[in-house]
């Protein structure tokens, strides 16, 4: 929970998305125009793990990252609630809907340089139903990975020139605690 501290804060610069700010000495990026980001950690009916990947031009290299986006963004629906950002997020971006969509964990993925808030959600039975690739300019390619070949799959992408999201391994995480969940009942 944020402190009660007075704030100083002053804008330092703005762009169409993002605004550099001080406050209390410290200089970090807040997202003015959302209300919240999401990531799925998703799987199929046949046991697959959807990820994406897409060049991120801040570390200059493609990324493989679980579907994610932001909620508020889209002009006339700034009051989206962040499950229904993560099912438009998760179809927009791979083409896949999910017959369930459960929150995990809300926290700050990067909380020195930024004030942005991320929700993991999980979603099962996921079925394609469109191609996805993104909205306007985005090229998001989608990968999905059967769940034991994760691991081997993450280290040719990274041969091949990819950097991982760190989030992708919590998310992995998450999915072993389930399956030994469900082996030991």
């Given at each position: ?12 610069a ?71 950002a993560?099912?438009?997020e998760?179809?927009e ?14 926290g ?9 808030i ?32 994760l ?8 041969a ?26």
């Amino acid at each position: 929970m944020a402190s009660a501290r007075p704030s100083d804060r002053r804008t330092l610069a703005e762009g169409a998305h993002l605004r550099l700010v001080v406050a209390n000495g410290w200089e970090y990026v807040v997202r003015p125009k959302i209300s919240g980001i999401v990531v799925i950690v998703g799987t199929t009916n046949h046991g697959g793990v959807v990820l994406v990947t897409q060049w991120r031009e801040p570390v200059g290299a493609p990324v493989v990252e679980w579907p994610a986006g932001l909620a508020g963004d889209v002009p006339g629906h700034e009051t989206e609630a962040l499950e229904a950002a993560a099912r438009r997020e998760l179809f927009e971006e791979t083409g896949f809907e999910a017959r369930t969509m459960e929150a995990l964990l809300t926290g700050p993925p990067s909380p020195g340089i930024s004030d942005e808030i991320v929700t993991f959600y999980r979603a099962r039975g996921m079925v394609r139903q469109a191609y996805g690739g993104g909205r306007g300019a985005e090229r998001i390619r989608t990968h999905v990975v059967p769940i034991s070949w994760l691991p081997d799959w993450l280290e040719r992408m990274q041969a091949r020139g990819f950097l991982v999201d760190p989030k992708v391994y919590a998310g992995a995480y998450w999915l072993r605690q389930e399956m030994d969940m469900w082996m030991h009942d």
